[in-house]
C-alpha cells in the first residue's frame, strides 16, 4: 500500500472483561480525519481461551484485529500508537514506519526537530512544536537512526497544523460511543 503524503495513522486497540475492540483513524497533516475503520467488538469464547490459554490476548490483537483493519485501510505515512504491546506488530504488518508517542513531563528542548536520547533504549524525547514538552516516542526494536530522524521531521511539520496526541482523545470518545450503540 503506498501512504498517503504527510498523514498519520492512529490506531488504538482497548478492551475490558477479555472483549477487545480496534481503531485506526487516518488524519492529514491538519488532523482532519481521511479515514476511519473499527472492527466489531471481540469476545472469544471460553474454548478459544483454552486453547490459545496466555497467546490469546497477542492473536486476536496482532492476527484478527490489526491485520484485518491494515488490510481495509490506506498506509499513512506513521502509525502512531499508545500501546507498546502493539508497536512491533503493527510494524511489522504495515510495513509503514511506527511510533508509540505519549505526552512527557520534561521541560521543552532547544527547538522544534530536536530529538534528546533518554536512558531507555529505543526511547527518545521528541520536541515537536516550539512551546509545549516533549513528545516521549518509542520505536521498534532495530528502528534505524535516519527512521527516527524521518519521523521526528514528520511529527515536527504535521505539529505546526495540529496537536498530535489530540486523536487519541477522539478514539476514546468513538470507542465509548460505539460501545452504547451510537452511529
Excluded at 71 to 96: F, G
Aim: glycine fraction near 8%.
Amino acid at each position: 500500500m503506498a501512504s498517503q503524503n504527510n498523514s498519520l495513522g492512529y490506531m488504538v486497540i482497548e478492551g475490558e472483561g477479555g472483549q477487545l475492540r480496534g481503531i485506526a483513524l487516518i488524519t492529514d497533516a491538519r488532523g482532519i480525519p481521511v479515514d476511519f475503520r473499527y472492527t466489531d467488538l471481540i469476545r472469544p469464547k471460553k474454548l478459544e481461551r483454552i486453547l490459545y490459554g496466555d497467546s490469546w490476548n497477542t492473536y486476536f490483537k496482532e492476527e484478527i484485529i490489526l491485520e484485518s483493519i491494515l488490510e481495509a485501510v490506506e498506509a499513512p505515512s506513521l502509525w502512531i500508537c499508545n500501546d507498546s504491546e502493539i508497536l512491533s506488530p503493527l510494524r511489522t504488518l504495515s510495513k509503514v514506519k511506527t511510533v508509540l508517542l505519549d505526552e512527557s513531563p520534561h521541560v521543552p528542548l532547544d527547538a522544534a526537530g530536536t530529538i534528546e536520547n533518554t536512558a531507555d533504549p529505543g526511547v527518545f524525547l521528541i520536541q515537536a512544536d516550539r512551546n509545549g514538552a516533549p513528545l516521549m516516542a518509542e520505536f521498534p526494536e532495530g528502528t534505524r537512526t535516519d527512521e527516527i530522524q524521518q519521523t521526528a521531521s514528520l511529527l515536527t511539520k504535521n505539529a505546526e497544523t495540529m496537536s498530535l496526541l489530540e486523536p487519541f482523545g477522539r478514539i476514546q470518545r468513538l470507542m465509548s460511543a460505539l460501545a452504547s450503540g451510537a452511529e
